[in-house]
């Protein structure tokens, strides 16, 4: 069955930072793989998606993902933290049946001055 | 109006209670789904409803009925709750359940948030 693992529910950064929120996988198949993130009292928002193409995404606000299959992880990146990054972030996989998302327990990222 | 709108935003209900959550999308998509999110925990996939037909039950208690009446709306009929389903229920949707094998791209509305007394 497919899932996903992140690690750390908190991380804290300085603004100007770097960030780096992790993400493992386990799929049956080969993996479709997203990370989304939640702003306080919204929905969630689509940050990035890798779909077999090239190994190293980039998606919006500058964060980016690279999928290492002999790791079985797809960590986010940012070079260099905002304030306004501070939010939860979930990493999800496809479902077997390709029509849902599986989603990790999310990630809270605080950015201090 | 665009978007995914949830209603009410908040309830607050009895064990005994009857209550339904309401969900509308405005974007044209076949595809509708409810998720459950308590603190600590993954998002829990609930149902998946692809033109108006249930695809997907995970396993959810019977105190919870989903309702499709069209590919804009999605209700979630609660009774007899228990303490432990109080959470966020989030509602999303997508161009159609397939589609989310090609895009990743579901659209969540801001979530109702339920408390079980």
């Known amino acids: 069955a497919q899932s996903v693992t992140q690690l750390g529910s908190h991380v804290s950064v300085s603004e100007g930072a770097l960030v780096l929120l992790r993400c493992n996988y386990s799929?049956?198949?080969?993996?479709?793989l997203f990370w989304y993130v939640q702003y306080p009292n919204q929905g969630l928002q689509l940050l990035l998606k890798?779909?077999?193409?090239?190994?190293l995404v980039k998606g919006i606000n500058g964060f980016e993902a690279e999928f290492k299959k002999s790791e079985t992880s797809f960590h986010l990146t940012k070079p260099s933290a905002h304030m306004s990054d501070a939010a939860e972030y979930f990493c999800?996989?496809?479902?077997?049946?390709?029509?849902?998302?599986?989603f990790g327990k999310g990630t809270t990222l605080s950015v201090s001055s | 109006e665009t978007g995914v709108t949830q209603t009410p935003r908040h309830l607050v209900m009895g064990m005994t209670n009857k209550k339904s959550l309401k969900c509308e999308q405005h974007?044209?998509?076949?595809?509708m789904y409810w998720y459950k999110q308590s603190a600590k925990k993954p998002l829990e996939l609930m149902f998946v409803y692809n033109f108006k037909e249930q695809t997907e039950n995970n396993s959810v208690p019977s105190r919870f009925s989903p309702e499709c009446p069209n590919s804009s709306h999605l209700f979630l009929h609660l009774h007899t709750l228990q303490p432990e389903d109080s959470a966020l229920y989030l509602c999303a949707s997508s161009q159609s359940s397939l589609a989310v094998a090609n895009t990743g791209e579901l659209f969540f509305g801001e979530g109702s948030r339920l408390t079980v007394l």
């Open positions: 999800a996989v496809r479902n077997q049946a390709g029509t849902a998302l599986i």
């Open positions: 890798y779909t077999s193409a090239a190994t």
């Open positions: 974007l044209g998509h076949n595809a």
């Open positions: 799929s049956s198949v080969p993996p479709y």
